[in-house]
């Protein structure tokens, strides 16, 4: 059974900091893929960020410079280094993880939902003024 567990998550005064961790296991095949996403209360799920074997990332607009990825050396833990919360960023964020290779990407450059096979629980992280 493959399971994403996020943790990290919490609440913080605008422009803090907070680090997203996700831990990947049940993984029959090493995932190629593991990514951030987030929705907000009656908003879309958005794309935020992505690594891909071995270094390859993207970034959704909105977090580029503040929210960096990263993969140990198994590629089944992620982070997602968040800095200068904004208001705009709070929500559950979502850790997703896929074993296929091909990846699409927003407009806004952050990884597509549909492209992940797996997902977590998600953990909420609420920015307050």
């Known amino acids: 059974q493959v399971h994403l567990v996020e943790s990290g998550g919490g609440s913080v005064q605008a422009g803090g900091s907070l680090t997203l961790s996700c831990v990947a296991s049940?993984?029959?095949?090493?995932?190629?893929?593991m990514s951030w996403f987030r929705q907000d209360s009656g908003q879309e799920r958005e794309g935020v960020a992505l690594?891909?074997?071995?270094?390859?990332?993207r970034y959704a607009a909105s977090v580029i410079g503040r929210f960096p990825i990263s993969r140990d050396n198994s590629e089944n833990i992620v982070s997602l280094k968040m800095n200068g919360l904004k208001l705009e960023d709070t929500a559950t964020y979502y850790c997703?993880?896929?074993?296929?290779?091909?990846?699409?990407?927003?407009?806004?450059?952050?990884?597509?939902?549909?492209?992940?096979?797996?997902w977590g629980q998600g953990t909420q992280v609420i920015v307050s003024p």
């Open positions: 997703a993880a896929d074993v296929r290779r091909g990846f699409q990407t927003t407009r806004a450059g952050g990884p597509v939902a549909s492209d992940y096979s797996n």
């Open positions: 690594i891909a074997t071995p270094d390859t990332t």
């Open positions: 049940g993984f029959t095949q090493r995932p190629y893929r």
